[in-house]
């Protein structure tokens, strides 16, 4: 008698029930689909509204299937938020940042602890990327053979195996009380080590800032100098800046000799708030584009529209005529950053500093079913002529960097006040060369 050949999905799914008798495969958990639903929500909010998938080699659909497979076993909230955040950070993206519910991160009663608060443990960014120049007594690592004891400030290349970005890596920072973090370390040879610290037993209680030097002040702006130069410091702009008070700054500084406008630990805001100010400098209208990651709308199927935004900056009085400096950092980013080129191009300003973040993007926001915050940039501000300042930030005319060098020589907080005096001296001699400028009739 010929034996009947069983249909091929019938062999196939015998086939996978034997599989999944081999593996071990069980029906998910309902805290395994929550967060499986909290990860594709986060996921499909970049997907549809990024706009730098396209100059970038990321395939972001694989990073979802390779991240994913591993959400369901995930078995603490700081290993599933470890993963979601090492997603993020492939990106390499300072204008992507995942804020997260402290509850969220709690075990039971025990609240998450952070590595950097551990006594004696601290990083600083030095030109965007973040440096350990501090460690525990007795616990930093030896530097590989080929440097000497004084090379002790590596770069934190990867943190819990994921890679470090600014604007990311507080969360993986952050875990169970006592547990063990394990850095990458690359040293000014190239060469890459493991080393392994312990988050502290208890939490301090303050949220310690992995930008060091660089992290926004609390009072948004501080008037630093106000004769012969004013020196006005805005850290951000975000919609709580007092921006009456700053222009009334600008207004008293028509009298002073000129002007510096520090925007080191500016990381952008509102752009709206970044206008007004700029506006009181320019000398003649500035046209930006703006490029929606959704240009094209359907309507009912049947008609296609192409949107083409565009907004002016123009000058406004009482105008700002006196000698301008704007110091910047690697870590000015966003709003900050295009106010310093546009007055840097139409304003006469000398930028004095380091070359900026390169974040261009206006940003979004989106509210996760966790309770979470997740912001990007997502429709992009380009000049006029289509060029735009993602990964290429603001060049300076005059560059006084903060370098590895000097903390290893001086000290982290004797580089930084090293790293003042000399951006104080290039500010003034950049104003007395715009003032001789001025005064030759240039």
């Known amino acids: 008698m010929p034996k009947r050949r069983l249909p091929r999905t019938l062999l196939a799914l015998a086939a996978l029930a034997s599989l999944g008798g081999c593996l071990g495969l069980d029906p998910l958990s309902a805290q395994a689909n929550e967060r499986l639903r909290v990860f594709d929500f986060y996921w499909q909010q970049l997907a549809d509204d990024y706009p730098l998938f396209g100059p970038r080699p990321i395939d972001w659909n694989e990073l979802r299937a390779r991240y994913r497979a591993a959400v369901p076993f995930t078995r603490t909230p700081h290993e599933f938020y470890h993963l979601l955040t090492g997603m993020l950070s492939e990106l390499a993206d300072v204008h992507v940042s995942l804020s997260i519910p402290p509850e969220r991160m709690a075990i039971a009663d025990l609240a998450a602890t952070s590595l950097l608060d551990v006594d004696g443990f601290r990083v600083m960014p030095i030109e965007g990327r973040l440096h350990v120049v501090g460690w525990p007594l007795g616990h930093a690592p030896m530097p590989p053979d080929v440097l000497t004891n004084g090379d002790n400030h590596p770069e934190l290349w990867r943190v819990e195996g994921f890679p470090v970005v600014l604007s990311l890596v507080g969360n993986l920072f952050l875990g169970p009380p006592d547990s063990p973090v394990e850095l990458q370390l690359r040293w000014r040879d190239g060469s ?251």
């Open 192 to 442: 890459i080590t493991r080393h392994v610290l312990r988050r502290p037993v208890v939490t301090s209680g303050q949220a310690r800032s992995p930008l060091g030097h660089l992290r926004p002040d609390a009072r948004r702006f501080r008037l630093r100098q106000s004769q012969p130069f004013c020196w006005l410091a805005v850290d951000d702009f975000d919609q709580d800046l007092p921006i009456e008070k700053l222009e009334a700054i600008v207004d008293r500084a028509r009298e002073s000799d000129g002007l510096v406008l520090d925007l080191r630990s500016n990381l952008g805001g509102l752009f709206a708030n970044a206008q007004r100010l700029a506006e009181r400098f320019l000398q003649s209208r500035v046209p930006l584009v703006f490029a929606p990651p959704h240009p094209e709308s359907r309507w009912f199927g049947l008609v296609t529209v192409e949107w083409f935004m565009q907004d002016e900056w123009q000058p406004r009085e009482p105008r700002f005529d006196r000698p301008l400096v704007v110091l910047t950092s690697a870590m000015t980013g966003s709003a900050a950053e295009h106010t310093a080129r546009i007055l840097q191009r139409h304003a006469g300003a000398i930028v004095v500093g380091e070359r900026t973040a390169g974040a261009e993007a206006v940003v979004q926001q989106a509210e996760g079913p966790d309770g979470g915050t997740l912001r990007f940039g997502s429709t992009r501000v380009l000049e006029s002529n289509g060029v735009g300042l993602q990964e290429e930030g603001v060049v300076p005319d005059v560059a006084v960097r903060l370098r590895i060098e000097d903390v290893e020589m001086l000290g982290p907080d004797g580089a930084v006040v090293e790293w003042e005096t000399r951006i104080a001296a290039a500010a003034r001699a950049s104003l007395e060369r715009l003032a001789r400028a001025r005064g030759n009739g240039r």
